[in-house]
């Protein structure tokens, strides 16, 4: 059996159990994700509370008027675009846990001044820098966890993650529904929505400071002593947590090499086909998971649901967020990934077009949380997927590239989405969001490598 010292961070990371000092590190980095998420969703609930300020309608005249909420929607997803896009590589070459806490501070500054603004144009603005912060924040997330955590918990805590960030979302939704009608101290609700979010974010920043570097990011970068010691103190908590010695690490052929990570890395032979796929899969998939969660108040009022049981509803539907991930704790290894990826798909095209139909309470709600919990299976599978399929070296940077195209197709589709409202009602939404997720099912199940409790390292190879 090979000395600690003579086998590498990586191999020593994979052969660690679960422990409740990774589940204290996974909750710490999903708290700071927790008020990202707050940004990504409270854009349906503010909706409502920005139509009866006038500052925004909920149709659009043109594909770029900005007094059309489809104009807000884009703004937001421009900023993610341009922060995974241009700044990804930022965490490759700085380290993870330095990036975490900058892009966190720069999206709660962008959201507080935007949620002070009094015109379409400048909030707007505000809203796009602050979601540049955003997009750096979520991409670094992603690579972060996937290099914590040992190869047969990598779905379980993506899912965990996801778990406590998504319970954001009736958090948000019921500040959303008590708020929004109501004016506080001379402000719109809708502003207090956004500033409780804003502010909260500063105070994850001071709880998070304690996160340990990415080992495998350190050591790639030549800094073995302090990865050692930070995997040293994962295997000491190990120990004392199962009274029994670890197993034997298992490095993998190769594993060791150490080379400085290219933006042209993921177009060579080895990673080209795995990037193209996960672009043309980005650009479909935020349609269907967007599409509705950032619509779902408009699409109940446009079914003639009056704007307060609107709102009632989103929160019920926002309920179940959490739900999915939890589940998923338990069976997120237990299947291949990639096509947890591609049934989600069908079950949001499958539920969606079931929704538009719904005249009910009963069946709109329904409805509405079988498409959560679609969406938010989903959402956990790829987010761990595609950190699975890149090397540490580039991780960050090619993860954000084909992210961004998820953005980018954020931006259009929210003009899209109130095309069809305004033309086609919510059964031409669904309609339009179901032919994307059929296109997610082709794409990722015929084209997706399969990652499943394989080293990091191994599937990069």
Known sequence: MPADGAVTVAARLDRLPPTRHTRKLITLLSLGGWFEFYDLFFTAYVALGMFKAGLFKPSTQGLFDLHGFASFVAAGFAGMFIGTLAFSWLSDRFGRRSIFTFALLWYSIGALVMALQTTPETIDLWRLIASVGLGVELVNIDAYLSELVPKERRGPAFAYNQCVMYTVVPVVAFLAWQLVPRTILGLDGWRWVVIIGSSGALVIWWIRRSLPESPRWLAQHGRVAEADAIVADFE??????????????????????????????????????????????????????????????????????EVTKSLAYTFIIAIAAPVGPLVGVVFADRFERKWQIAWAAV??????????????????????????????????????YQAELYPTRIRAQAVGFVYSWSRFSAIFSGFLIAFFLGRYGTVGVFAFIAGAMVAVFIVIGFFGPPVTKRRLEAIAA
């Open 347 to 384: 079950g949001i095209a499958v539920f969606g077009l079931l929704f538009a139909q719904q005249t009910t309470a009963a069946g709109v709600i329904a409805c509405g949380l079988l498409i959560t919990l679609c969406g938010n299976w989903l959402s956990f599978s790829f987010h761990a």
């Open 236 to 305: 000491r908590h190990a120990r004392a947590e199962t009274g029994a010695e670890l197993p034997a690490p298992q490095p993998v052929v190769g594993e060791a090499e150490r080379k400085a990570g290219a933006w042209t890395e993921m177009w060579s032979q080895a990673y080209r086909g795995r990037t193209i796929m996960l672009v043309i899969f980005n650009l479909f998939q935020t349609i269907g998971y967007y599409g509705f969660s950032s619509w779902v108040a408009a699409l109940l009022v446009s079914q003639g649901i």
